[in-house]
């Protein structure tokens, strides 16, 4: 047994967890009792015996895992052990639980346990619905049901669309820049092991005292800083989320400007490298910023500080500013790498380069600058001062010019091309585009000050964050499973299964959100468990579909499951795409490349006999694996440029 | 696209219009923002109808670009073939820009002119001095004297409403109304824009008599879907006489405008210290 426990792996993270939360229950008895202060405070917002474990606990669970096994020896000046990629690639499902630098693994369990937190918050939505079908409180009391909202947002955010587009991007990226990993695979495995802490914070304030967090998931101040025991367990998981997301981010941004295969300049990235280019810069800027607004509403309630304390001389309307800071370049977050992954299934299922290539990776950069002067449209009747209202309607107005750009070249890439609609994740590219755009138009009228003055905090704004997060975000995030699940699995999804899935998923999102943009507008507000008889008839539709979209999910989860256990071998490039990543086989060897691909032509240079975007032979320009290399390398016939 | 004639583009704007226009009256018809009852509700509703007629142009181009294309450029089954190696089109991509840019920018000065409108100073304003707590309202006539936990106002009357907050953040909303700010714990009643910077003065003007709800709209607690108050508009006349049946402020009332300071207090007693 002492074997077992001298290597890492999951009893020695348990043993680390245990002596971690010990010692970290330990140090807080031993300073109260020096102190002379009761040593268990249990008033609601304080139980630093518990706070202090919670964050003591998960870090020893980590070290025993092995996540800082190099970083320690390193540290102390001993020999490292020289990796033996043992901990590389994934021959049985065990290897999935275990701490594993290669990037395809930790790709699938990103994606596999982000899944998992959609499905949860899934049923707390379903939990939400259940309470609105009728006028009256029927399923829950209202305490609880404003937990089930709060929880349902923040496990959708930090849990799931957040987290998935880094798994999706994970897995695809480094095979797509022709890399064989990421820049810093011990960190990235380090990144993904944090995710599953901090939903396990956010899940457990359901079972202390006082029940799950329910300030919303923005937790303004006052409310977060009064309230009971869970709601600190939301301020210890965003730091858990939010650090896993930043050092993401830093190992994407390193990734992608040192190691692109030779050959790949900028301007022949493909857009899913553009899109994540741009994602990590908003990651890093922002999320400190939520996890600072987060530390001092932790801190109000913890340790007596007065930030956001009135009486006191505190700022409240300052949480908001400081939260919305991040929150609105996390929308972008949760949107961009969509993009990417929409750029590439239209070129690949319409055979044509992506319109407008340049301007498409000039219109994300313009997002990123622009992401950051926009968050006071949250705030336009918090009671924040009157001047920076118009400025922040200005740019936010601004913000939709590059956004409808990429709309219009989409559309753009569509004509003159041969459209194939067979296949599932063009289905979801195509709906998306619709659906976003809906989205995108509430958002337009909600940048608008009268209007948002009359619809703030109603269920137009839930309408609005439904229509993008969903029609937008999940939308895409389908598109990108359904388009790189041969590549992951070496397996071919059932498209029929497919199809069922995205129609019964479209029809359902619209029929359950577009009603709420017209009940909002009459009067009713949101994160109410109660509402006034007038909006009965609506919410009980609303609720009919969403429970009908809830279950069209499983369709898909059973294709999932079904089809990468028994479905038809996939081959190298079942969709004839041009990235990289279809140059090996589905699924990769472990070390992606046998040779360094060598990139000569743009990303989508279809409609170009020969072209070629990168080769896998090295060395002489004439042998290569499939027809002669157009006759000048590096441009394409047609009229563009690279 | 490249081979679009004249003819083509002409027939697909025609249907983009004709689109639009189906839709826009469809979405113009239902009173979706429900009765005017506020001299900035009508402002407001104009301001909300352009920006339904500018979406469904948009909306409708984008579904008419993808119908076509859809209906155009599919692929007939068996087809390996790609599409024509087109990489963009300049002169396109600026228009696309510009155009989004012209609207967003119109729409931005049409709404700053409707806010500079709606929140335009009258000079007979009446005070009133809301207060929230979880989970109930109070109204203070502060000139008269008077309290109540509903909000009544004279028809045709500006109301310039001075918000605060005994405990944690709420928010004023009559829907009829269409005005609505944060009350905001740590606000000064007398000194709306000093030290604390909060701007918590809004201005309405309600026109239609009726009876109606506060709603509030800023998550605060178990209680937040069931904190509502009575919002009636009456005639001056009946408005007068209410007024003079209210209850006097008591002194040292919390949280009042006259007595001044904030804290911790109960609405149902509705007095104690400062």
Redesign the interface.
């Given at each position: 047994m002492t074997a077992t426990l001298k290597q890492p792996g999951w009893p020695r993270a348990f043993l680390g967890a245990l002596l971690g939360g010990a010692f970290g229950f330990g140090l807080v008895v031993a300073l109260r009792a020096i102190s002379g202060l009761e040593i268990f405070q249990t008033e609601q917002t304080g139980y630093p015996h518990v706070i202090v474990p919670a964050v003591t606990a998960p870090i020893g669970w980590l070290i025993g895992f092995g996540a800082f096994d190099y970083w320690f020896r390193w540290a102390a000046g001993r020999p490292t052990i020289p990796d033996d990629h043992s901990s590389h690639g994934a021959y049985s499902w065990k290897d999935y639980f275990k701490f594993n630098t290669d990037h395809k693994v930790i790709g699938i369990q990103y994606i596999v346990t982000t899944f998992a937190f959609f499905f949860i918050g899934g049923l707390l939505a379903m939990g939400i619905r259940a309470e609105l079908a009728q006028p009256g409180t029927q399923v829950v009391d209202p305490g609880v049901y404003n937990g089930l909202f709060s929880t349902h947002a923040a496990i959708m955010i930090f849990l799931f669309i957040v987290p998935v587009f880094a798994g999706i991007a994970n897995y695809v990226l480094p095979l797509m820049i022709g890399a064989p990993d990421m820049a810093f695979p011990r960190l990235n495995a380090l990144s993904f092991w944090m995710l599953p802490i901090g939903g396990i914070l956010f899940l457990a304030s359901f079972v202390v005292p006082g029940g799950a967090f329910d300030a919303g998931w923005t937790g303004y101040a006052p409310l977060s800083t009064g309230a009971p025991l869970g709601q600190s367990f939301f301020n210890l998981g965003v730091q858990f989320a939010g650090a896993s997301s930043i050092a993401t981010a830093l190992n994407f941004l390193v990734t992608i400007v040192t190691m692109r295969a030779p050959g790949m300049s900028f301007w022949r990235m493909p857009l899913l490298v553009w899109a994540n280019l741009s994602t990590s810069l908003l990651v890093v800027g922002a999320t400190p910023f939520v996890a600072g607004a987060q530390f001092m509403v932790l801190f109000d309630r913890v340790l007596g500080t007065n930030f956001f304390e009135a009486a006191a001389g505190g700022d409240v309307i300052s949480y908001q500013h400081i939260f919305w800071f991040y929150s609105h370049p996390a929308v972008y977050i949760m949107m961009l790498p969509g993009f990417g992954i929409v750029s590439e299934v239209i070129s690949t299922h319409a055979r044509k380069t992506i319109f407008g290539y340049r301007l498409m990776a000039l219109a994300l950069l313009g997002i990123v600058v622009l992401a950051f002067a926009v968050w006071a449209h949250h705030m336009f009747v918090a009671g924040m001062f009157a001047w920076l209202r118009v400025p922040m309607m200005i740019t936010t107005l601004l913000i939709a010019v590059p956004t409808g750009i990429k709309i219009f070249s989409w559309l753009g890439t569509l004509f003159d091309s041969k459209l194939h609609l067979e296949n599932t994740s063009m289905l979801f590219a195509l709906g998306f585009i619709v659906t976003f755009v809906i989205g995108g138009i509430s958002g337009v009228m909600l940048g608008m000050i009268p209007i948002d003055i009359h619809v703030s905090d109603t269920y137009f704004v839930v309408a609005h964050l439904h229509f993008v997060l969903f029609g937008g975000s999940v939308f895409t995030i389908y598109c990108g499973i359904y388009h790189w699940f041969p590549k992951m699995t070496g397996r071919m999804y059932d498209e029929r299964l497919g199809r069922w899935h995205f129609w019964l998923t479209a029809i359902a999102m619209l029929g359950t959100f577009i009603p709420m943009h017209w009940i909002g507008m009459e009067g009713m507000p949101r994160r109410v468990a109660d509402y006034a008889a007038q909006f009965g008839d609506w919410n009980l539709f609303i609720t009919v579909f969403s429970f009908i979209l809830g279950v069209a999910q499983l369709i898909f989860v059973y294709n999932m499951i079904v089809s990468w256990r028994f479905g038809p071998k996939a081959p190298a490039n079942p969709w004839r795409a041009k990235t990289i990543e279809w140059l090996v086989s589905s699924p990769p060897p472990v070390f992606n490349f046998d040779e360094i691909p060598r990139v000569v032509g743009g990303p989508y240079e279809f409609g170009v006999p020969g072209a070629k975007h990168a080769i896998l032979t090295e060395g002489e320009e004439g042998a290569d694996v499939g027809g002669p290399e157009p006759a000048v390398v590096g441009t394409a016939s047609g009229g563009g440029s690279d | 696209?490249?081979?679009m004639t004249p003819a083509t583009f002409l027939r697909l704007l025609a249907v983009t219009l004709l689109l639009t226009t189906v839709a826009s009256v469809l979405m113009l018809i239902?009173d979706?923002?429900?009765l005017q009852g506020s001299a900035e509700a009508k402002?407001?509703d104009t301001?909300?109808d352009v920006?339904i007629v500018l979406?469904a142009f948009?909306?409708s181009v984008?579904?008419v670009?993808?119908g076509y294309?859809?209906w155009k450029?599919?692929?007939k089954p068996g087809?390996?073939?790609?599409?024509?190696?087109?990489?963009?089109?300049t002169r396109?991509?600026v228009v696309?820009?510009l155009i989004?840019?012209a609207i967003?920018?119109f729409?931005?000065v049409y709404?700053?002119l409707?806010?500079d409108d709606?929140e335009a100073e009258a000079a007979d304003s009446m005070r009133v001095d809301v207060t929230a707590q979880q989970f109930a309202w109070r109204f203070d006539y502060v000139d008269a004297g008077k309290t109540s936990t509903e909000l009544h106002a004279p028809s045709g009357t500006q109301l310039e409403l001075h918000?605060q907050a005994l405990?944690?953040?709420h928010?004023f909303?009559v829907?009829?109304w269409?005005?609505?700010?944060?009350?905001?714990?740590?606000?000064s009643l007398d000194d709306p824009?000093g030290d604390a910077?909060?701007?918590?003065v809004v201005r309405v003007t309600p026109t239609v008599e009726g009876t109606y709800?506060v709603?509030?709209?800023?998550?605060?607690?178990?209680?937040?879907?069931?904190m509502r108050a009575v919002a009636k508009t009456e005639s001056p006349e009946e408005f007068e006489s209410w007024l003079s049946e209210q209850k006097d402020i008591p002194e040292g009332q919390v949280g009042t405008g006259v007595a001044g300071g904030?804290?911790a207090g109960s609405l149902a007693e509705g007095q104690s210290g400062g």
């Open positions: - | 696209m490249k081979d239902p979706w923002n429900g402002d407001i301001l909300t920006m979406s948009v909306f984008v579904m670009m993808m294309a859809i450029y599919r692929a087809d390996e073939s790609d599409g024509e190696p087109i990489h963009g089109n396109l991509e696309w820009t989004p840019t967003v920018l729409a931005g709404a700053t409707v806010l709606i918000l405990d944690v953040l928010s909303w829907p009829e269409r005005i609505k700010r944060d009350l905001v714990p740590g606000a824009e910077d909060i701007d918590n709800s709603v509030c709209t800023e998550l605060c607690g178990w209680g937040h879907s069931v904030n804290g």
